[in-house]
C-alpha cells in the first residue's frame, strides 16, 4: 500500500510540477513515482517467499504426520 501512496503523491508532485516549471518539484515527483514501484515490488517479492515458506513448512508437517 505504502507504495502505492508514493506512486500517487510522486504523479501529484510531477503534475504541478511540469504545470508551473518547477523542475525540482517534477523530479522529486519521478522519483517518489519510483520509490513506489520499488516499494510494490519488494512487497510482492515478499509476498512470494513467504508463501513458498509456508508451502515448505506445510510438507514439512505433512512429512512428519505420514512418517
Known sequence: MA???????????????????????????????????????VAKIKRAVENKIDEGLDELEDDRGNG
Not at 508514493?6 to 522529486?28: Q, T
Open 3 to 41: 507504495g502505492r501512496v508514493d506512486k500517487a503523491k510522486g504523479a501529484a508532485k510531477e503534475a504541478i510540477g511540469k504545470a508551473v516549471g518547477n523542475r525540482r518539484l517534477e523530479r522529486e515527483g519521478k522519483r517518489d513515482r519510483a520509490v513506489g514501484a520499488v516499494k510494490e515490488q
